[in-house]
């Protein structure tokens, strides 16, 4: 079993990957979210890249939910923004909700072309790693990143994941180093992730808790898949 991992999404490619398994990462906020819509009971989650597309899919299904952000806000005329907390059970529950954000729905579909994708936060760790260890696919983990460019929170989460197959997976130099990064953090990971940059533009717009959820590990024992343009969820 191979794992590599893409920084950003950019460096995804999809003849490489074809084989693997892929675990998409948005740690603020778009996997955790997803991860918290399937764990109460959502029906589907449809991700796409622009509001367009969504606003689409409303006009020909008034009953779905819009969900997402642009600038980390909610999208005016959508029903949920991007944080964790509004997707509660009451809200969900049999739904179907379309999803498009900067940065995470994007890493989605970009990694479509893999065999297998799995959306994965630090709150859903343990469960995504039960599946992978179940199937012993090759993974390639891919961080969605922040408008095309390195983000730390992701890095760590792959990093984490890397950790967490050291003994038993061949690590790429990628999943080395985010290995590395996971390692020296991990004691302390809420107060320094606090500081990286999107977290830091997340708490300047009110959503401290937001980041406070997003960075703690394995509190939902559920596998978010996305397959054939749609992402369903099995409950461990």
Same mark, same amino acid.
């Given at each position: ?88 059970? /009451?809200? #969900? ?23 297998? #994708? ?34 730390? /929170? ?33 004691? /302390? ?35 978010? #898949?996305? /397959? ?9």
């Amino acid at each position: 079993m191979n794992i590599d991992i893409c920084f950003t999404p950019n460096d995804f490619d999809d003849e490489k990957y074809s084989k693997y398994s892929a675990v998409v990462i948005d740690v603020l906020r778009a996997t955790t979210s997803i991860a918290t819509a399937c764990a109460n009971g959502c029906k589907e989650l449809i991700p796409v890249r622009t509001v367009a597309e969504a606003n689409k899919l409303k006009a020909n299904n008034p009953d779905i939910l819009l969900a997402g952000e642009r600038e980390g806000l909610l999208i005016p005329g959508f029903n949920l923004g991007n944080s964790p907390f509004e997707y509660t059970r /009451e809200q #969900v529950a049999s739904k179907t909700i379309v999803m498009t954000t900067t940065n995470g729905t994007l890493a989605l579909t970009k990694a479509s072309a893999a065999q297998k #994708v799995y959306a994965m936060a630090f709150v859903n760790a343990a469960a995504i790693t039960s599946a992978l260890q179940q199937q012993q696919d090759d993974v390639v983990i891919v961080c969605a990143g922040s408008e095309g460019r390195f983000s730390l /929170e992701d890095t760590l989460c792959a990093g984490l994941l890397a950790e967490r197959f050291s003994k038993t997976a061949k690590l790429s130099d990628t999943a080395l180093a985010a290995q590395a990064m996971y390692r020296d953090f991990a004691a /302390e990971l809420l107060p320094r992730v606090a500081e990286s940059s999107h977290a830091s533009y997340l708490r300047s717009i009110g959503f401290e808790q937001d980041v406070m959820l997003c960075l703690q590990q394995d509190t939902l024992s559920v596998i978010p #898949v996305f /397959e054939n343009g749609t992402i369903t969820a099995c409950i461990k």
